[in-house]
């Protein structure tokens, strides 16, 4: 028997905040209050936060992507996960017309075996049609039921229309699964002008939040609504959600952390990312969104690149790859950006990065929580270490972050995973293919 109790730190949840022991037994929380674990080994965590382990909703692991390929791999970008405090995390299957979605899936898990945090997948749906129903089912077995829709990219054929979009939505709402969309109006997009907010407007965000809550509406299918950028994309989701539509939505740190001014500077093209980022006034719109509980989750849709990966297509913006690094910077960037600033209430920090990822893709209460019977994935987070941000002392594969130079309130200085130590003190401990696929929590 493996028994550990932390003692006084405050321990937060998305209902409480506050001090208590919490008391691992066999890789699970046993119990959580003021005199747990009695007789079992002790950890004095006195002036540190006390956290659930991140879940991660949104990565790009080894993504293949204008020709290139992301510089994450399953390894070195779950060890990057951990060190910033995310013991899950959730990938995508690399979908083709061609290939079925369970084999799809067992093409990606078997990619995924090195994996050092614990892991699940959404399915993607390119190329599906409405006479294949069945592998949605299939998919349910395998114990997936989450699957990404894209709106946009008709260019790269990723694009599914309104018609099988609203097919897809139907089945997956009869497995009690969700659908995840990736929403722009592809006829408001300028592939030619790469991933920028003058090819991609706000409008077509807006739209395509709209045509999808329609959808939900009439489907009774959950929806999750990935990245949205912008004023009017929330507004957009709230619309919807008035309507009746189960639609739920996410956000990034970059768009909470930037604006559209990057773009000017000599390495603005580093800065590419679909959707683009937006105004100033967007940004501190998407603030207020998350102070009143309009999302469910911040995620990172981490897709790092190299310099030298996007400096090839400076002037080429249709091949320029998009995307950008965040997994190992969420945590402390949501707690600097957001807590240390009266934005974010230490329990909101919880609920869009552990309960409300973990909760609408079927993980919990087995993840994203701190409750008897949960894995214990834990943080321990120091709220008053100050340090600045730089690419070359992170663990993500790149040597670009969007964040550098920035001074961040709040350090991850511990992580237990299913009750074991798999990183203290800036030292990652866990060991290739440690990480465990989670199904979908029925």
């Not at 790269?156 to 497995?175: N, V």
């Not at 030298?308 to 913006?317: G, I, L, W, Y």
């Not at 994935?377 to 550098?404: G, Q």
Request: charged content about 20%; some cysteine.
């Amino acid at each position: 028997m493996s028994e550990l109790v932390l003692v006084g730190g405050t321990v937060v949840t998305s209902r409480r905040v506050g001090p208590a022991s919490v008391h691992i037994r066999d890789g699970r929380i046993a119990a959580v209050g003021q005199a747990v674990g009695k007789g079992a080994p002790r950890e004095n965590v006195a002036g540190l936060l006390v956290l659930p382990g991140v879940v991660d909703a949104h990565v790009h692991f080894s993504l293949p992507v204008a020709g290139t390929r992301s510089a994450d791999d399953f390894l070195s970008g779950s060890r990057a996960a951990l060190a910033g405090g995310v013991t899950t995390f959730l990938d995508f299957t690399v979908g083709s017309p061609g290939v079925s979605l369970p084999d799809a899936i067992e093409a990606r898990l078997a990619e995924a075996r090195p994996a050092v945090a614990d892991f699940s997948l959404h399915v993607e749906m390119v190329g599906w049609t409405a006479d294949r129903v069945e592998e949605i089912r299939a998919c349910a077995e395998l114990g997936l039921r989450s699957f990404k829709f894209y709106l946009a990219y008709s260019e790269s054929g990723r694009r599914t229309d309104l018609g099988t979009l609203k097919a897809a939505m139907e089945a997956i709402r009869g497995i009690g699964g969700v659908a995840m969309v990736h929403a722009e109006a592809d006829e408001l997009v300028d592939p030619r002008g790469g991933p920028f907010p003058w090819a991609r407007p706000t409008l077509s965000e807006e739209l395509a939040i709209l045509e999808v809550g329609l959808l939900a509406r009439d489907t009774r299918c959950t929806t999750y609504v990935a990245h949205i950028s912008s004023a009017a994309g929330l507004a957009a989701l709230r619309r919807a959600r008035r309507a009746g539509a189960p639609v739920l939505g996410e956000t990034c740190p970059h768009y909470l952390a930037l604006d559209d001014s990057v773009y000017s500077r000599p390495d603005g093209h580093q800065f590419s990312v679909t959707p683009p980022l937006r105004r100033a006034a967007d940004r501190e719109a998407l603030w207020r969104g998350l102070a009143t509980g309009a999302f469910c989750a911040v995620a990172t849709d981490h897709c790092p690149f190299t310099r030298a990966q996007k400096d090839q297509h400076r002037a080429e913006p249709a091949r320029l790859p998009s995307g950008l690094p965040g997994v190992e910077t969420l945590l402390p960037l949501m707690y600097s950006l957001g807590v240390a600033q009266g934005r974010l209430r230490l329990s909101q920090l919880v609920r869009y990065l552990s309960e409300g990822p973990a909760r609408a893709f079927g993980l919990f209460p087995r993840k994203g929580a701190l409750q008897p019977g949960a894995d214990a994935d834990i943080v321990l987070f120091d709220p008053h270490a100050r340090w600045t941000i730089r690419a070359s002392a992170l663990h993500m594969h790149t040597d670009f972050s969007p964040y550098e130079g920035l001074e961040v309130q709040g350090k991850v200085v511990g992580v237990l995973s299913r009750g074991e130590w798999v990183y203290r003190d800036g030292e990652i401990l866990a060991q290739p293919g440690r990480g465990e696929f989670v199904p979908w929590q029925s």
